[in-house]
Each structure stands twice: as structure tokens, then as C-alpha cells.
Nanobody, 113 residues
Framework: QVRLVESGGGLVQPGGSLRLSCVVSGTTFSINAMGWYRQAPGKQREWVATINSVFSTAYAIPVKGRFTISRDNAKNTVYLQMNSLKPEDTAVYYC???????WGQGTQVTVSS
């Protein structure tokens, strides 16, 4: 059974940084493309970034140049480094194995002064 556990969210001022982590179990982590997604209040969940098994990355336009996705296969963990945070980045952030429908519980990120 696939399990995803996100952590690292919190309250940060505009311009600040956070690093999210997602530990994955129940699958062969290294062969899976991993993604980060977010859902703001009253909005649909949206894609943020993806990293595949050969460490190629892709980013949504609103976060490109500010966020960095990475992975550590030895730790079965995917990360999202978020810099220059804006109030519009406020959302619950989720990680997901791209090819699997399971979601974790998410981690709340709030950007506010």
C-alpha cells in the first residue's frame, strides 16, 4: 500500500522560504515520477512541479524560478524548496506519485505578514 507523508509547511512572511518534504513508502520510489500539487481555499488542486526517475524537472509557470523540486532516492523522499514566497502561494501542498492516484494528507503553507 502506497503511503505519502508530507511535512515542512508553516507560516512564513512574504519573501521567505520553506522546504517541504514527502516520504514515500509502499513502492519502488526510485522508478517513479513524483509531483507536488497545491490547493488554495476555494480553488481546484493544481500541479506545481514534477521530477522524474532521471531527475528531469518541470514547473508550473507561477512557481518557475522560485521553487525547486528534488529527490533523494536513498531516503525515499521528494522535496520542494520554495523561495521568494508570495501570499498567493498559500495552499495545502501535496506530493503524489504521478502514475498512482493516492494522495497524502498534505501540509499547510501560509504566506502572510
Amino acid at each position: 500500500q502506497v503511503r505519502l507523508v508530507e511535512s515542512g509547511g508553516g507560516l512564513v512572511q512574504p519573501g521567505g522560504s520553506l522546504r517541504l518534504s514527502c516520504v514515500v513508502s509502499g513502492t519502488t520510489f526510485s522508478i517513479n515520477a513524483m509531483g507536488w500539487y497545491r490547493q488554495a481555499p476555494g480553488k481546484q488542486r493544481e500541479w506545481v512541479a514534477t521530477i522524474n526517475s532521471v531527475f528531469s524537472t518541470a514547473y508550473a509557470i507561477p512557481v518557475k524560478g522560485r521553487f525547486t523540486i528534488s529527490r533523494d532516492n536513498a531516503k525515499n523522499t521528494v522535496y520542494l524548496q520554495m523561495n521568494s514566497l508570495k501570499p498567493e502561494d498559500t495552499a495545502v501542498y501535496y506530493c503524489k506519485i504521478v502514475s498512482v492516484s493516492s494522495w497524502g494528507q498534505g501540509t499547510q503553507v501560509t504566506v502572510s505578514s
